[in-house]
């Protein structure tokens, strides 16, 4: 079964600060890899995804994520955090399979302080 | 292209009332995922489907929940009786196929009093 840790439920960060939310996951094969970020009162939006081939992967808005088996972590970061970073961010495995059904971590709910 | 929809965003119902929920995915995606998303944690696939066939409910409590999409398109969540922990977000989402991204819609906010 996979599963997805998401250390740390609330983050804050200085406004032009590194950003860093941490994802290490569990999975029998290997994974697909996600975070999708969503903002207050709307669904979820896919940043960025890992599948297969290199292993930092570049997403939306300036952040990336770096794919690392030996550590089975997928963490998401941006190098200059901005006002409208502010909402809360999923990480979610899925294995593979015809199904390819997504497991979500409990969320990080990212504060950015002007 | 326009985005996955859902309706009511917001509904209110008191315990042991009936609610349903509408998702029409996007043009051509032949999978679509219902999610429960209780405040404070990640979104839980209730079920999934594949054109109008089941893929996998065994997360549905099927007791009271039940779900259809009759024509392969549009689809319905519905509670039946709804309990106080029922109290969630509803997110559908849709993929081009089971093996795509997932595309998710703004969801049903459904408070249970």
């Known amino acids: 079964a996979q599963s997805v840790t998401q250390l740390g439920s609330h983050v804050s960060v200085s406004e032009g600060a590194l950003v860093l939310l941490r994802c290490n996951y569990s999975?029998?094969?290997?994974?697909?890899l996600f975070w999708y970020v969503q903002y207050p009162n709307q669904g979820l939006q896919l940043l960025l995804k890992?599948?297969?081939?290199?292993?930092l992967v570049k997403g939306i808005n300036g952040f990336e994520a770096e794919f690392k088996k030996s550590e089975t972590s997928f963490h998401l970061t941006k190098p200059s955090a901005h006002m409208s970073d502010a909402a809360e961010y999923f990480c979610?495995?899925?294995?593979?399979?015809?199904?390819?059904?997504?497991?979500f971590g409990s969320g990080t709910q990212l504060t950015v302080l002007p | 292209e326009a985005g996955v929809a859902q309706s009511p965003r917001y509904k209110i119902i008191e315990k042991r009332q009936s609610v349903a929920f509408w998702c029409n995915p996007i043009?051509?995606?032949?999978?679509l995922y219902w999610y429960q998303q209780i405040l404070g944690q990640g979104p839980k696939l209730l079920i999934q489907?594949?054109?109008?066939?089941?893929?996998?409910d065994s997360q549905l409590p099927k007791d009271r929940f039940s779900a259809e999409r009759l024509k392969g398109v549009d689809s319905t969540l519905k509670i039946q009786p709804a309990k106080l922990e029922d109290s969630a977000v509803y997110l559908c989402?849709?993929?081009?196929?089971?093996?795509?991204?997932?595309?998710f819609g703004p969801g049903t906010r459904l408070l249970v009093l």
């Open positions: 989402a849709s993929s081009l196929d089971n093996s795509e991204t997932q595309y």
């Open positions: 999975s029998s094969v290997p994974p697909y």
């Open positions: 890992y599948t297969t081939g290199a292993t």
């Open positions: 979610a495995v899925s294995e593979s399979g015809s199904a390819r059904q997504l497991t």
């Open positions: 043009s051509g995606h032949a999978t």
């Open positions: 489907f594949q054109n109008n066939g089941v893929v996998d």
